[in-house]
């Protein structure tokens, strides 16, 4: 248990609302990520912060937004959702320290754009 | 963007068979990890690899990180009920800054 949790856990909504996911840890990890899930896609990365308001593109950060004004929670934004970013959203963290690289992930985020 | 190649899609097991799957890759990888994913819930780490040829075991989980640095494998031995899920591979390109690329998964069944 890497102290991530995520909320909602799950969440219905319509075409074209705003919706924001949060993503909270308990443990100071610099790093952070958002990924979807999707069948025959696997998980692939949205956005991903290095430190507190440091972020970046991942490879579908189309439609998305994230902040991170502290280092315990991260954001992910859907300035208006679409049926195509119904998904299963997950969150990560990073355990520090070279030359480890592990991350661990959340319960996860089941989100229904209607 | 990059990609895995994680073999088979799909397997059925019956209680105490070995089971095998594998991750290739075009691309060098610094770090290969595996995860095991159950319905509902996020993927849980299972094995981490850091060094060309290196084997690593978890209880009855063996993992192998391959010589070229392009591929890995994960073996189960003795499989019993609760090793059904989805198994993914991902590997880490790049120092520490760089970021996973997933394989697409393998789901174990039970056979029926």
């Known amino acids: 248990d890497a102290g991530i949790t995520q909320s909602p856990r799950h969440k219905v909504t319509e075409t074209g609302t705003p919706v924001t996911l949060r993503c909270h840890q308990t443990e100071n990890h610099r790093y952070m990520y958002w990924y979807r899930q999707d069948p025959g896609h696997g998980l692939r990365l949205i956005h991903y912060s290095y430190g507190v308001k440091d972020t970046d593109k991942g490879e579908v950060s189309d439609g998305y937004s994230v902040s991170r004004s502290k280092t315990e929670d991260f954001l992910l934004t859907l300035e208006s959702a679409t049926s195509s970013q119904t998904s299963v959203y997950f969150c990560?963290?990073?355990?520090?320290?070279?030359?480890?690289?592990?991350?661990?992930f959340g319960p996860g985020t089941r989100l229904t754009v209607t | 963007g990059q990609q895995l190649n994680q073999s088979p899609q799909s397997m059925f097991i019956q209680e105490g068979e070995d089971v095998s799957m594998n991750c290739t890759s075009s691309s060098i990888f610094n770090t290969w990890l595996w995860y095991k994913q159950d319905p509902g819930e996020g993927p849980v780490l299972l094995i981490a690899?850091?060094?060309?040829?290196e084997l690593t075991s978890n209880g009855r989980l063996t993992a192998q990180f391959g010589i070229t640095r392009k591929d890995s494998f994960l073996n189960i031995s003795a499989s019993i009920p609760s090793d059904v899920g989805i198994y993914f591979c991902?590997?880490?390109?790049?120092?520490?800054?760089?970021?996973?690329?997933f394989g697409k998964g393998t789901k174990l069944s039970v056979k029926p």
């Open positions: 690899l850091y060094k060309a040829g």
């Open positions: 991902a590997g880490q390109m790049g120092g520490s800054q760089g970021n996973l690329i």
């Open positions: 990560a963290i990073k355990q520090a320290g070279q030359p480890i690289y592990e991350q661990y």
